[in-house]
């Protein structure tokens, strides 16, 4: 063979092409997610996937995530589908981590969420649900809670959601009926229910009472009025009692104050003036300096006149005389809180059937932050005015003044005969709107001369999170489960809820003080409901002695009357005779109509599914919901736990914020920023919905929007790419077993990642952190594999020989990745991982399989930090080879040969120790010692090293396309490199 060789004319080239082993797969590069997953769903479906994943669990450890039961009243939103996607990447990584992770689905289908939407189609029909018979009526929103938990169970499955939504729970389920029921009567038998009178707040567009849970906090303009109460008594004893020099009761001193006191007006501040009528004390605070101030320049039109004389805080006193435009004012005399103890007012609208004697309370809650530094307490309209009221009803009777709250305003929201001169008045409408109460009652202020001042304020204030209206504080007789209550042990219902918050998890750790608070401070609990739709609240009282019925033969038989045929069987014509039999008689007790909280029902479904079911567990694992749960499921879980078991049911407690628009606003239809996950799923497909959950830090608030999601459908492309190259390679595949002692260090290095990655990961499934798998995961095959390791690989797995035990390391180990990689995605992207492992030709589902094995023994720490130093100068050498590129000084890395000087020693020696040439895919480079080349390339964050580019010297391989000297050297083929010759000679000799 002569030393020049003639190029061969293009007709007689040969194409090596059909000789490289390049990637093969049917696995596309476009997903198709939208019209492909419906096909996975129907083929788990096919192949009863979760049946087989319990048979496949049977004698393994339980872990059980209990799911906090969505309302069946309408289509999932954003926020619910984030909720659904979350507590499925807990079950299935639970499930591959090697444990029994069964879900089992659930729905709240009693309450007003539904009850409202059954009353609405019936006024939209012209019909009046309270002539229905109740019966009836219940029968109509068990249809359509029936209708729309199949509706939302169908979304569910379409996010990728595996559970058993063939048998789900319900609420509504007669057994379930029966569980709540028998719970409920547990707190009678223990006797922590009773029935009480207190301020509620009351929806007056539901006609029922509200929990702090189903209300919500919204701006709203109220009315404000500064009011004076007149002076009507003041004890002189308690005024000498605390003078500096205290003279004979009689003095001129004495005579002097009690004179100025009785001429005086105390001065309150509200912005609820509709509750005046129901006004029976002023509240003080006991810490606070009060004055007595004498207006002494005033407009004459003024309400506020000059001479007037008023008690204020001092430190208020400037404010509240701005308020009621007083031109100049002066301080007369101190009045001290022990003197205010003593004192007597009389009601602004005295002698208009508001006769009574109004007493000073003292008050914790009572401060000078704003206001006048006294409360107008109404023990009907207010949770606090009702407790001080309380408080002081003994010595308040003990002084034969009476302590009966009033009942001023009924469930229509109207005043009761028991508000003379405004009975009738609405303070909210049935549309929730306000009334003409507020209107009527200032001008009554202003005829009576008890008005000085009034205004408006924007404020926070609640309404229903149901009809957006806003509601009012009530004092109606309710049903309440006590906090404080000894059960026996020496413990209460709240020390024993306090006690399994500090044994419980919390992710994040935020959690327990936010429930904590909660607990420590809420009032008895109220579950109560005006309502047809529920479980009711079966209980009987004696009608002479006021006594609950405590008989466990009577609650047996409710409890069995309800599994047969549901709750209606108490509202059925006979209930009461029939529930009670022969040992009572029906005539001597009130059968209670009305519905439990619906939060009792959930807060019960432990005990109904949880306790219930041989496939689950009591306690639960994990609950996980929307940090609204706090004061929701979490909590009234909680309680009902405590209260009849003595412990939370859940171990951990896993919250997650809100969803909110791409600018960060919250969603809204009107400012048409909403997103919805059935738009998404259309669009994109649910794994691309999954990975943005799974990349989210869904413990604070969320954003999603258009360019959200492209960025996440970009990063999907990226990471399918690598497991489309990753099949692609497998198609050469031949099963050789992995060797990991004899592999090439590149290889070992992979596996070494592969030992950190497999306890990072199961460690964050443990953790529940699914961002950290996500972005972890993701960072590893975009970065690590695709730009590094299969870059620098594809040149032995496409061109080397057969034989080449170089090649057939890579093919295991990229084997071994894939296994990997594709079953810790699985739990997040369980289409994509399902269609990827199938690819492989694997016949049983990728959800079937535990996280690969990895053996720990892969890890070598001392090879990795050695090649954390190859990489530094690599991506010098990157970085010049890019630049060439730019300029166009050479279209492929191929065709250069770096020359790159290392001017640390040991540096040099581990770049020298690799086929650095590989590592940076050039055709040739040339190690050199010595301190950088300033005219060379350089990175600042790698000191010490530089690279200049020339241009490879030899010829190109028509195979591999690097670029040699020795291309030709054998005769055979020469228009070939050695290697390519050689891995040339034994394709053709096996084609032959």
């Given amino acids: 063979m002569s030393d020049v060789q003639t190029t061969p004319k293009e007709d007689e080239a040969r194409d090596y092409s059909a000789t490289l082993y390049l990637p093969k797969t049917e696995f596309p590069m476009r997903a198709g997610l939208p019209k492909r997953e419906p096909g996975w769903i129907a083929k788990w479906a096919d192949e009863q996937l979760y049946e087989t994943l319990r048979a496949d669990s049977r004698g393994r450890e339980k872990f059980i995530l209990h799911d906090g039961p969505p309302y069946a009243n309408g289509h999932i939103h954003i926020g619910t589908a984030l909720n ?64 729309w938990l199949g509706v939302q169970s169908g979304e569910f499955q379409r996010l990728g959601v595996i559970g058993d939504f063939k048998d789900p729970y319900l609420t509504m389920s007669f057994l379930a009926e029966a569980q709540i029921a028998r719970e409920l009567m547990k707190f009678a038998v223990s006797e922590q229910l009773y029935r009480g009178s207190k301020p509620v707040m009351w929806s007056v567009v539901e006609r029922t009472a509200l929990a702090e849970a189903e209300v919500e906090y919204h701006d709203y303009q109220s009315d404000t009025v500064l009011v ?25 001193e004495d005579d002097a104050i009690v004179t100025d006191l009785l001429e005086a007006r105390i001065v309150i501040w509200t912005t609820t003036p509709w509750t005046l009528p129901g006004n029976r004390a002023i509240a003080y605070g006991p810490g606070i300096s009060y004055g007595l101030y004498e207006v002494t320049e005033a407009p004459a039109e003024n309400w506020a006149k000059p001479g007037e004389l008023f008690v204020v805080a001092d430190s208020l006193a400037e404010q509240v005389f701005k308020e009621a435009r007083v031109d100049a004012y002066r301080r007369r005399d101190d009045v001290p809180a022990a003197v205010l103890a003593g004192v007597t007012a009389r009601h602004p609208l005295h002698g208009k059937g508001y006769d009574f004697a109004v007493p000073l309370l003292a008050g914790d809650h009572v401060t000078d932050d704003a206001g006048t530094g006294f409360v107008h307490t109404a023990p009907g309209h207010g949770v606090e005015d009702f407790e001080v009221w309380m408080d002081n009803k003994r010595a308040l009777e003990a002084a ?5 709250i009033p009942y001023t305003v009924g469930a229509d929201g109207r005043y009761t005969r028991e508000a003379p001169g405004f009975e009738g008045l609405a303070v909210i409408t049935d549309e929730g709107k306000k009334g003409d109460a507020n209107k009527t009652v200032i001008d009554a202020l202003v005829a009576a001369g008890a008005l000085i001042g009034r205004g408006r304020l924007k404020h926070q204030y609640p309404h229903s999170w149901r009809s957006k209206k806003p509601v009012i504080f009530r004092n109606t007789p309710q049903w309440f489960i006590a906090m404080d209550t000894d059960l026996g042990d020496g413990s209460t219902l709240r020390t024993r809820s306090l006690k399994a918050i500090g044994d419980t998890q919390f992710v994040p750790a935020t959690g327990r003080n936010r429930l904590h608070g909660m607990i420590e401070h809420r009032p008895d609990w109220v579950v109560s409901r005006q309502r047809a739709w529920g479980v009711p609240i079966t209980v009987f009282v004696h009608k002479e002695t006021g006594d609950v019925l405590i008989d466990e033969v009577v ?47 959930s807060g019960s479904t432990h005990a109904f599914c949880l306790a219930k079911r041989p496939d689950l567990k009591w306690p639960a694992d994990v609950y996980l919901e929307g940090s609204d749960q706090h004061r929701g499921w979490f909590h009234s879980s909680l309680l009902e736990s405590c209260g009849t078991r003595g412990r939370a049911p859940y171990d951990t407690v896993i919250t997650h914020g809100f969803t909110m ?19 998404i799923i259309d669009q994109f497909g649910a794994d691309i919905l999954r990975l943005w959950v799974a990349s989210q830090d869904y413990t604070d608030d969320q954003r999603i929007g258009p360019e959200i999601l492209k960025g996440v459908a970009d990063a999907y492309r990226k990471l399918r790419n690598s497991i489309r190259w990753m099949l692609g390679t497998l198609a050469h595949d031949e099963g050789e077993p992995l060797d990991a002692a004899t592999a090439p260090e590149l290889e070992r290095l992979m596996l070494h990642r592969l030992a950190e990655l497999d306890v990072e990961v199961r460690e964050a499934y443990r953790k529940f952190d699914y961002g950290h798998v996500a972005h972890t995961l993701m960072t590893f095959a975009n970065v690590e594999l695709s730009a590094f390791y299969f870059d620098i690989r594809k040149d032995a797995l496409y061109c080397d020989a ?15 990745l894939f296994d990997a990689l594709v079953g810790w995605l699985a739990p997040l992207l369980p289409f994509t991982m399902e269609e990827a492992w199938e690819s492989r030709g694997h016949t049983r589902s990728i959800h079937r399989e535990p996280f690969a094995a990895i053996d720990p023994a892969w890890r070598d720490d001392a090879l990795a930090e050695r090649w954390e130093r190859v990489k530094k100068v690599r991506r ?32 040099r020696a581990a770049v020298e120790a690799v086929h650095f040439d590989d590592v940076v895919i050039t055709s040739a480079v040339t190690i050199e010692a010595g301190a950088p080349d300033e005219s060379a390339f350089t990175l600042p964050e790698v000191p010490g090293v530089s690279v200049r580019i020339g241009k490879a010297e030899g010829k190109r391989c028509a195979r591999s396309w690097k670029v040699s000297p020795d291309v030709g050297t054998d005769p055979r083929y020469p228009d070939l490199s050695p290697r390519d010759a050689a891995a040339m000679a034994e394709i053709d000799a096996g084609a032959a």
């Fill in 555 to 601: 609650n047996e038989r409710i409890a069995a009357a309800f599994e047969a045929e549901g709750a209606d069987a108490w509202f059925a014509e006979g209930a009461a005779e029939r529930f009670l039999g022969a040992e009572h008689d029906a005539a001597d007790y009130e059968k209670v109509d009305d519905i439990l909280d619906v939060w009792f029902d």
């Fill in 661 to 679: 628009a791409e600018d960060g606003r919250k969603m809204s239809k009107s400012l048409g920023n909403t997103v919805a996950p059935q738009d």
């Fill in 876 to 907: 010098v050498v990157t970085g010049a080879l890019e630049v060439e590129r730019r300029d166009k000084r050479i279209r492929s890395s191929l065709e250069a040969h770096p020359v790159v000087r290392i001017a640390d020693d040991s540096l």
């Fill in 84 to 147: 659904k996607i979350l507590k499925d990447f807990v079950v299935r990584s639970h499930q591959m981590l090697g444990y029994d992770a069964n879900y089992v689905p659930g729905w709240d289908c009693h309450g007003l969420p539904i009850e409202w939407k059954v009353e609405e189609n019936f006024r939209a029909q012209g019909r009046n649900k309270d002539a229905i018979p109740i019966n009836e009526f219940r029968r109509e929103c068990r249809e359509f809670a029936t209708h």
């Fill in 228 to 252: 004076a109460f007149p002076v009507a008594n003041v004890n002189t004893q308690a005024i000498n009692a605390v003078r500096d020099n205290p003279s004979e009761p009689g003095s001129p």
């Fill in 802 to 816: 057969p034989s080449s035990e170089r090649r057939k390391a890579a093919l295991a180990v990229v084997r071994t």
């Fill in 400 to 404: 034969e003044i009476d302590a009966t």
